[in-house]
T-cell receptor
Framework: DAGVIQSPRHEVTEMGQEVTLRCKPI?????LFWYRQTMMRGLELLIY????????DSGMPEDRFSAKMPNASFSTLKIQPSEPRDSAVYFC???????????FGPGTRLTVT | AQSVTQPDIHITVSEGASLELRCNYS??????LFWYVQSPGQGLQLLLK??????LVQGIKGFEAEFKRSQSSFNLRKPSVHWSDAAEYFC????????????FGKGTHLIIQP
């Protein structure tokens, strides 16, 4: 299996622009998680889905952030408009049914100037 | 609410020496505990996990961890470190058994001296 795939790996954008991060979970996994990693706050859970349905988005920092999972093999995290404080590494992780561990993608490093 | 504390931000160990990374958790129910490792510019790799049963769990790369309920701890150990172990180590507690996401500690940066 290719593991969790994220794209792009690096994104540099200007403040005010829309940013879309993409994730393909491991085939057969039914839970998907989005995390953000910053020096100040560490790793934080933003939102997670079970069977494509958003379960808890309480970690999403602001209305500028939105996430979708239109099918079992694809999810997006969108920031519109982006701000410099959104600069971070964003990780996607997936988990199979009945198993406890999550498998992480390589992350997307976002820089907003 | 659950929380994880990793008291050591940085630890320096000589190659070949033993290692212990500390982790304390706060969780109202039986915890599901994890240790992940992150190399520079990489994602997180699972080292080991504890769900139930034997409180000493073995993981990959020669790591082990011991769950101590009385101390709310889940410390990571390795008897002899290698230069390739230099990385960031994260302890995490799984909400709802991990089904509801992970709460991570701030991490411990491990430096290996030759």
């Amino acid at each position: 299996d290719a593991g969790v795939i994220q794209s792009p790996r690096h994104e540099v954008t200007e403040m005010g622009q829309e940013v879309t991060l993409r994730c393909k979970p491991i085939s057969g996994h039914n839970s998907l998680f989005w995390y953000r990693q910053t020096m100040m706050r560490g790793l934080e859970l933003l939102i997670y889905f079970n069977n494509n349905v958003p379960i808890d988005d309480s970690g999403m920092p602001e209305d500028r952030f939105s996430a979708k999972m239109p099918n079992a093999s694809f999810s997006t995290l969108k920031i519109q408009p982006s701000e410099p404080r959104d600069s971070a590494v964003y990780f996607c992780a997936s988990r199979g049914q009945g198993a406890g561990e999550q498998y992480f993608g390589p992350g997307t490093r976002l820089t907003v100037t | 609410a659950q929380s994880v504390t990793q008291p050591d931000i940085h630890i320096t160990v000589s190659e070949g020496a033993s290692l212990e990374l500390r982790c304390n958790y706060s969780y109202g129910a039986t915890p599901y505990l994890f240790w992940y490792v992150q190399s520079p510019g990489q994602g997180l790799q699972l080292l080991l996990k504890y769900f139930s049963g034997d409180t000493l769990v073995q993981g990959i790369k020669g790591f082990e961890a011991e769950f101590k309920r009385s101390q709310s701890s889940f410390n990571l150990r390795k008897p002899s470190v290698h230069w390739s172990d230099a990385a960031e180590y994260f302890c995490a507690v799984g909400r709802g058994g991990g089904a509801d996401g992970l709460t991570f500690g701030k991490g411990t940066h491990l430096i290996i001296q030759p």
